[in-house]
């Protein structure tokens, strides 16, 4: 499971798919800084000076949530964004949200 969430790109989401149990989402958690489960997502709040930080953050996120076709929940302000994954698929966590937070920490880095 682990090398899972470590592989980049995320496999197609469907109904069928299997959500993460309890102990893989925490041992996912352990290795993710910034990160946190908000209910059943997976949850970080960022933090930037100025609106066009926030924006150029926003879209580098919508272009790799289009190129994994994964998309997070994102709430917006002046200097801050709130990124939420789950697999709206299952209402869960599945290793996707775990690859694409990965993602976004890169970016962030
Ligand atoms: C058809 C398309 O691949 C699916 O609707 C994808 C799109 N992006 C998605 N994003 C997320 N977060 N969960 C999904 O279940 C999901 N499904």
Redesign the pocket.
């Known amino acids: 499971m682990e090398s899972d969430l470590r592989r980049g790109g995320c496999q ?2 469907e109904g069928g798919m299997a959500g993460l149990s309890a102990e893989a989402v925490q041992a996912g958690l352990q290795d993710l800084p910034g990160w946190r489960l908000d209910g059943h997502t997976l949850r970080r709040d960022c933090h930037f000076k100025n609106f066009y930080e926030t924006m150029a953050f926003v879209n580098a996120v919508a272009w790799i949530a289009n190129r994994e ?4 929940d994102m709430e917006i302000g002046y200097g801050r964004c709130v990124v939420r ?5 299952i209402d869960g966590l599945t290793a996707n949200d775990f690859i694409c937070a990965r993602q976004i920490n890169a970016l962030l880095a």
């Open positions: 197609p989401c076709d994964h998309h997070p994954y789950s697999t709206h698929a």
